[in-house]
């Protein structure tokens, strides 16, 4: 029976393998920016982090986690309502909370936890969970875990969505879950129609804003303030592992009694070690520089606009809405898989994304804009990509 179980393991990677669809694990020997030091020496441009606004390597948010180190030493060997907490998370929360527009805020050691540890504790068989159909894996899983009633609408169609609304109008609560910013396809979720069906069924709306936390919005805000909705979203999940530092985390905002709640129910929450407070103290310092330095913002979306208009004068198929996240579509897995690794022997660290990440046949580079990428930067990638999208004939 061993022997059976290894062997179809062994059958299974190799066919992941021979249609295209491997994963390979890159080294890096540098902190995060828009270049970075493989484990060969060579430098490449960086064009595939989570780092939307230059804070993973920046030199007062490395401070605050070395000054947490000597403070409050390495790690809380707790969960959080044992001997796990420290004035810092109350203070994080706080802030992000108040950052936010929100009563209160429940930290978790990432978005994944976040995501779920939050519908079990709040909704039961009574209620109803309608899911947009390209939302992110975490709120899957999170779904999974809770007994309501799940609905899935298709991805963005607010047709479809109504129609699931009818379909759960006998439910005891109704919550409609959707990604602020969809992560492989850099566009937004339809936030004011989602929010228009809400009040119209009388249901709540909860928001997976990851990619949008700290830089969407005038004030970094979010998707909410991007529409001008601030206050119609009742539950907020985000991560501190992209633009607020790049490390790990992830928090939950909404009205002080859920947070009450899941601090009491939340599972991720009551059997996860508390966050590392070097974490805490770092996101801390890069809120601070999120309120105080709007040209980050700025920045990011400046060169975004412009490395859209180029790539798509190129010929190149790209998706999305002005946001950072800049899909480059090709199709196949096995052509995404020779593209990033042409793109890498030509100076750019670009991964490709097949299935399960995205929808068979919809396989794409994704690249990631920086606040930080120099003009230069942007053209000499530029530059690769017709190289390389012309050899290999996806231009």
């Known amino acids: ?124 068989p009574e209620d109803a969970i309608i899911s947009d159909s390209l939302n992110h894996a975490s709120i899957i899983d999170g779904i999974r875990l809770c007994k309501a009633k799940r609905f899935r609408y298709e991805h963005s169609d607010m047709v479809s969505l109504e129609e699931k609304l009818n379909e759960a109008k006998n439910s005891r609560y109704r919550v409609i879950v959707t990604d602020g910013v969809f992560s492989m396809d850099g566009t937004y979720a339809k936030l004011p129609e989602i929010v228009e069906l809400a009040e119209r069924y009388e249901a709540l709306i909860m928001v997976d804003d990851c990619h949008a936390t700290g830089f969407v919005g005038n004030s970094g805000k979010g998707s909410a303030e991007h529409f001008g909705l601030e206050g119609k979203i009742d539950f907020l999940t985000g991560t501190l592992g992209k633009a607020l530092g790049g490390a790990s985390g992830g928090f939950i905002c909404a009205k002080k009694g859920v947070v009450e709640l899941l601090k009491q129910k939340s599972r991720p929450y009551l059997f996860s070690n508390a966050l590392s407070p070097s974490i805490v103290k770092a996101t801390l310092k890069a809120l601070e520089l999120v309120r105080e330095q709007p040209e980050r913002r700025r920045r990011i979306f400046k060169n975004t606009i412009y490395f859209r208009k180029q790539m798509k004068s190129l010929g190149f198929n790209i998706l999305g809405d002005e946001h950072p996240i800049t899909p480059v579509m090709l199709g196949d897995a096995n052509v995404a898989q020779r593209m990033s690794k042409e793109l890498l022997n030509n100076g750019i660290y670009a991964v490709g994304f097949s299935f399960p990440v995205v929808p068979k046949g919809m396989a794409r580079i994704r690249l990631q804009i920086n606040s930080e990428h120099t003009v230069e930067e942007l053209d000499k990638a530029i530059k690769i990509f017709k190289k390389v999208g012309t050899n290999l004939k996806v231009i």
């Open 1 to 124: 029976m061993t022997k059976s179980f290894y062997s179809s393991i062994n059958k299974e990677v190799k066919s992941i393998k021979s249609d295209g669809l491997f994963k390979e694990e890159r080294l890096i020997s540098s902190p995060q920016g828009t270049k970075v030091t493989l484990n060969d020496g060579s430098e490449v441009l960086n064009f595939c982090a989570n780092d939307y606004l230059g804070l993973a390597s920046n030199q007062d948010v490395i401070m605050a986690a070395k000054n947490s180190l000597d403070e409050d030493g390495y790690g809380m060997a707790s969960v959080r309502f044992i001997c796990g907490t420290n004035n810092a998370h109350t203070r994080l929360e706080k802030e992000l909370s108040e950052f936010l527009g929100y009563e209160d805020c429940i930290l978790y050691v990432a978005c994944f936890d976040a995501n779920g540890g939050i519908f079990e504790p709040l909704f039961g």
